[in-house]
């Protein structure tokens, strides 16, 4: 799936940070921290992009994975987990990211195209072999004796497509509005005997503990389902009428940066390869300035309080002007197409690349 791209360019821009400096090859460790069902996705996603970037770049990439309800994984990075990339079910939850963490820009969704979101899914309904209540549309699922299987929406973000697909649908049909459809979710919820919380936890309350008539659930999950309990097992029903959701995936700025000094070169957005390296001031924003700063700093006696987001000069330090760590790269259509070659080998800059080149991969 060509739109994978963005997960691709994610990765190297982390990468690029790790790596940077240095032309020789560079061993480099990710955090992906993602929601629950993109497991078995990632561990094959990641060994093909350790394969890409490794012929690439010559870099061993190592892309360490963290899963769970949606919700909850954003929690984790603004309580202090040092995710690399996130790759969450809804744009919310990035958004809780920046504002209460302060870790990426407020317009991060712009930077990469389809809103940031590599893959598009849906949410529909896994039952017991041969459909025994009969269950075709979302109103089914509010009758009596209906036992509806799905996880807790204030931790997880597939409940949270699933909520609004429920919601959607009522407010679809003749007379429906807000009040309606507000009623109509209540009343599926009151048919949910157990809340996980996360997506995979309620696949094995329905899966493995034989709980529920039926599951709600996100498609792939559904389909690994009937992979791996087998197609005797369950049925999956297909409702007229469902959400379009498109998990979005981004670098986490500030995590990513703090592992390189300021002054290592970021990718731009016009081009999606990195900045030559710019010449640094008469001093380096460690703190050791040039002959004529050492001077000035003798005379007045004053300690040099820069930091890696200041310049040295002979007055103190100067703030840099504010720029993203990570770069607006293009991902191709969802048609195959030309892989575009944005990498364009400055070997120095390996580290923060790669994480981009994981969000733009396929």
């Known amino acids: 799936m060509t739109r994978f791209a963005s997960v691709r360019g994610a990765l190297a821009a982390s990468i690029l940070v790790l790596a940077a400096g240095a032309a020789a090859a560079k061993d480099v460790t990710l955090l992906n921290v993602s929601y629950d069902p993109t497991r078995e996705l990632y561990v094959e996603y990641n060994a093909a992009f350790a394969k890409y970037w490794k012929g690439k770049t010559g870099d061993n990439v190592t892309v360490k994975q963290s899963h769970g309800g949606s919700g909850k994984q954003a929690r984790s990075v603004i309580d202090g987990i040092d995710a ?8 919310y939850d990035i958004d809780e990211i920046g504002e209460k963490a302060k870790l990426l820009p407020a317009d991060w969704q712009k930077r990469l195209k389809h809103n940031s979101s590599p893959y598009t899914s849906t949410y529909i309904f896994l039952v017991r072999k041969g459909n025994p209540k009969g269950i075709k549309n979302w109103d089914d699922l509010v009758k009596p004796g209906v036992s509806v299987i799905t996880a807790n929406p204030k931790t997880s973000g597939g409940a949270r497509w699933g909520y609004l697909a429920a919601y959607g649908f009522a407010l679809k049909q003749p007379g429906g509005d807000d009040a309606k459809a507000r009623e109509f979710v209540g009343n599926l919820f009151k048919n949910v005997p157990v809340l ?5 936890g309620s696949t094995v309350t329905f899966a493995e503990r034989g709980i529920g008539d039926v599951l709600l659930a996100w498609e ?60 640094s001031p008469r001093a380096t924003s460690t703190g050791r300035s040039t002959r004529r700063s050492r001077r000035s700093t003798r005379r007045t006696s004053r300690r040099s309080t820069c930091s890696p987001s200041t310049r040295c000069s002979a007055g103190g330090p100067r703030r840099r002007r504010p720029t993203s ?15 575009r070659d944005f990498f364009e080998s400055r070997r120095p800059l390996a580290g923060r690349l790669s ?8």
Do not use: M, Q
């Open 325 to 339: 760590p990570t770069a607006v790269c293009s991902i191709r259509s969802i048609r195959r197409s030309k892989h």
């Open 355 to 362: 994480a981009f080149g994981y969000a733009i991969f396929s």
């Open 84 to 91: 690399d990339v996130v790759t969450l079910a809804l744009a």
């Open 196 to 200: 996980d919380s996360g997506a995979r």
């Open 220 to 279: 792939n999950e559904a389909h690994l389902s009937l992979k791996e309990f087998g197609v005797d097992k369950f049925d999956i029903v297909y409702p007229p009428l469902s959400i379009l959701a498109e998990p979005p995936v981004t670098v986490v700025d500030k995590v990513v940066d703090k592992k390189a000094p300021a002054t290592w070169p970021r990718p731009t957005s016009s081009t999606c390869t990195p900045r030559r390296a710019r010449k």
